[in-house]
């Protein structure tokens, strides 16, 4: 009973990690349009879309970068503590059945 626990244990504080759900600003479809206008071509209010977009953007990378560095150090850490306690897991029950003969 306490195996799948676990499992579900490791896989719930993975996913955040190995699947992102937020979307990629640098995609944007209103942002892909504006690197092709002429900044003087502009609106007040499409240069100021185009400035915060531009600064999301170059932060989305340096987290992407990070995160990939970050990511298959966090897997083998989590894989490691799931490996140990099936481990411990399986010599406490076999602790349990020597004692109950």
Do not use: H
């Not at 349009?33 to 003087?40: A, E, F, W």
């Not at 531009?54 to 490691?80: N, Q, V, Y």
């Amino acid at each position: 009973m306490k195996k799948p626990l676990v499992i579900l244990l490791v896989f719930s504080l993975l996913s955040p990690y190995l699947v992102s759900a937020q979307p990629d600003s640098c995609q944007d479809k209103e942002f892909i349009r504006l690197k092709d206008v002429n900044i003087s071509d502009m609106t007040d209010r499409e240069y100021q879309y185009f400035m915060m977009m531009s600064k999301e953007c170059a932060d989305d990378k340096g987290e992407k970068k990070l995160m990939l560095k970050l990511k298959p150090k966090l897997l083998w850490f989590i894989t490691g503590i799931a490996i140990i306690y099936f481990l411990y897991d399986e010599v406490i029950d076999d602790k349990d059945e020597d004692n109950d003969d």
